[in-house]
């Protein structure tokens, strides 16, 4: 309803999901962030998290066409070769 709400009808024509567990992602924003309070949404129970990157999966399998999961866990690199990809496969073009 947000999405909704916030776009309108313009709806982008692809859409990556990074998926990471919820504990590491708050350990690299741990690590990340040494010696800083947590921010408003690091400081949010575990539960919250999980449940925020449950909505997030059920909205990529309700538009699979549109958006795409790309396992996180996966090195930067792998994750840019996977991103280029798609993106490249999406919009016809070669991948040099």
Known sequence: ??????V??????LTFVL???????LRRAQMRSRGHAPDRFEGE???YHRSLRRA???IA???PDRIHVVDALMTADRV????LAKTAEAYGLEVV
Request: no cysteine; aromatic share 4%.
């Open 80 to 83: 840019a070769d996977v991103v």
């Open 45 to 47: 129970e575990i539960e």
């Open 1 to 6: 309803a947000l999405e909704r709400v916030v």
């Open 19 to 25: 998926d990471l567990p919820p504990e590491e992602g």
């Open 61 to 63: 399998a309700a538009e």
């Open 8 to 13: 309108g009808n313009t709806m982008p024509g």
């Open 56 to 58: 997030f999966l059920d």
